[in-house]
């Protein structure tokens, strides 16, 4: 059987909100998942470790028949996107694709507000990179990002706490800083794909006239947009509605977790690295 599912990548479970949208969207296609929980979070990591735990991350795609795959990590996008794509693509010599999910936001995150004022929030290493500020100067240059790193986020969701208190007072603390910053902010994008599992907490500490986005459904649109516009690439993708989880840590405990994210059972097995 013909086995090129579309590769989804992020450093932990994060990812799973993007591949819910998109499988939404494009259930035809197969997809190949990989976690890597070892090392998440990624946020707080320098560039190197993070393109270099993301290219071997890619690499394991490629060894699994990937031909196109997705970064649906912000902080892989910021930090490895560009050099994998610039230096280490070229040198396969081959047709194989690998795109990140902070361009395809930025193209369409300042048509959502009105005031011009749009709250990012994401990790560390997404904030500094300062990526959502650039790439959305490009498509909206009236607009104006508003960023605040929230590191606490990504582990209170790894670690299964973001129903908690304590995951409320985290939540909250942020966006009181947030709007203390500006208060015409009319927009926020959750621009860490782990943040929409705390979208209850989000919704509660945030004034009801803001927007709350999650990069999920952004995303997929944006997918079937480029495999429309990529026809030899998407007829090369399996269509057989195919699912495999990989995770580098424990797979049980992947699959527990992954039901929450995904709200179904999936079956996970484990890459040693
Ligand atoms: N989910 C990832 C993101 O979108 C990163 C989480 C992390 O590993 O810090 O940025």
Not at 89 to 116: H, M
Not at 144 to 161: D, F, H, K, S, Y
Request: proline share 4%.
């Amino acid at each position: 059987m013909h086995n090129t599912p579309i590769g989804i990548f992020d450093s932990g479970y994060g990812g799973l909100t993007i591949l819910k949208e998109i499988e939404e969207k494009l259930p035809q296609y197969d997809y190949l998942y990989i976690g890597d929980n070892a090392r998440a979070p990624y946020g707080n990591r320098s560039y190197d470790t993070v393109y270099k735990y993301t290219l071997q991350m890619v690499n394991e795609f490629f060894k699994r028949g990937c031909e196109l795959v997705i970064l649906a990590c912000n902080t892989a996008s910021a930090k490895a996107l560009r050099t994998i794509q610039q230096n280490d693509l070229p040198l396969l010599k081959n047709d194989k694709r690998v795109l990140g999910i902070i361009r395809p936001t930025a193209e369409v995150l300042g048509s959502f507000s009105k005031t011009g004022q749009v709250g990012v929030l994401a990790t560390v290493g997404t904030v500094q990179s300062e990526s959502y500020i650039l790439e959305t100067e490009k498509f909206f240059p009236e607009v104006t990002i508003n960023q605040l790193a929230c590191p606490m986020w990504v582990p209170l969701v790894e670690n299964g706490e973001h129903q908690t208190d304590g995951a409320s007072y985290f939540v909250q603390d942020k966006l009181q800083q947030l709007f203390a910053k500006e208060k015409n902010i009319d927009t926020i994008l959750l621009a860490c794909t782990h943040y929409p599992l705390l979208m209850p907490l989000i919704k509660k500490h945030t004034p009801p006239k803001v927007k709350i986005l999650s990069q999920g459904g952004l995303i997929a649109n944006s997918l079937v947009d480029y495999l429309g516009r990529h026809k030899a690439l998407e007829k090369k993708c399996s269509k057989n509605k195919k699912r495999s989880f990989f995770t580098t840590d424990n797979a049980q405990e992947f699959e527990k977790q992954a039901e929450l994210f995904l709200g179904r059972k999936i079956v996970c097995n484990k890459i040693d690295i």
